[in-house]
Structure formats: structure tokens, C-alpha cells
Nanobody
Framework: QVQLVESGGGLVQAGDSLSLSCAAS????????IGWFRQAPGKEREFVAA????????FYADSVKGRFAISRDNAKNTVYLEMNSLKPEDTAVYYC?????????????????WGQGTQVTVSS
């Protein structure tokens, strides 16, 4: 089992950057693929980005490709989501999730463990 805690959310203006962190504790962090998801009010939770266990593979939703970057530091048990050129439509609660799979997962039902989320608000 792994516990996840997100941090780094906040209120920013359109065009600004923000960096989120997902800190893990519990079992070996490098055994888990990690994904970032987000959920805006009244909407379904949607996939944002994913990274493989070793960090050698990443995958992004089309809506954030070229603006967001996911990375991980297994020595620090932490995954990061660097968000640039933020837009008001990026406003949501951002969640990280973990799954002990060797591949990349884009569906929320495929992730076993979830953090509590961190709010990101982008004003226009």
C-alpha cells in the first residue's frame, strides 16, 4: 500500500506557472506508475498525465500537451507536475494516483491509490 499527498496548488493568473508535488509513503515508490488527474466542479475526473515506474515513459492528455510536464524522483518518493501557460480551463482539483503496473494508465479506474487533491485556480 502507498499513501499519497499532493501539494503546491494555489491561485494564479492566466499565463502563469505552477508546480505540483505528490509525495508518497509506504511501499517502494518505484514500484508504482503514477498519474495526475483533475476534476472541475460538475465535471468528471479526467486524466492529465502519467509516468512509468522508472520515469522513462510519459503520456499526456491533448489538452495539456506542450504545457505540462510530469517527472519523478524515486529517491525522494515524489512525482511532480510542472504546469506552464495556465488557462482558466485548467482550474480544478488535481489528484495524483498510483498503481503497481509496469505500463502507463490513463483511466482513473485503473489506479488503486489516490491522494486527497490540491486546488488549482487560474483567473483570467
Amino acid at each position: 500500500q502507498v499513501q499519497l499527498v499532493e501539494s503546491g496548488g494555489g491561485l494564479v493568473q492566466a499565463g502563469d506557472s505552477l508546480s505540483l508535488s505528490c509525495a508518497a509513503s509506504g511501499q517502494t515508490f518505484s514500484s508504482y506508475a503514477i498519474g495526475w488527474f483533475r476534476q472541475a466542479p460538475g465535471k468528471e475526473r479526467e486524466f492529465v498525465a502519467a509516468i512509468s515506474r522508472s520515469g522513462d515513459r510519459t503520456f499526456y492528455a491533448d489538452s495539456v500537451k506542450g504545457r505540462f510536464a510530469i517527472s519523478r524522483d524515486n529517491a525522494k518518493n515524489t512525482v511532480y507536475l510542472e504546469m506552464n501557460s495556465l488557462k482558466p480551463e485548467d482550474t480544478a482539483v488535481y489528484y495524483c494516483a498510483a498503481d503497481p503496473s509496469s505500463g502507463l494508465r490513463v483511466k482513473k479506474d485503473e489506479y488503486r491509490y489516490w491522494g486527497q487533491g490540491t486546488q488549482v485556480t487560474v483567473s483570467s
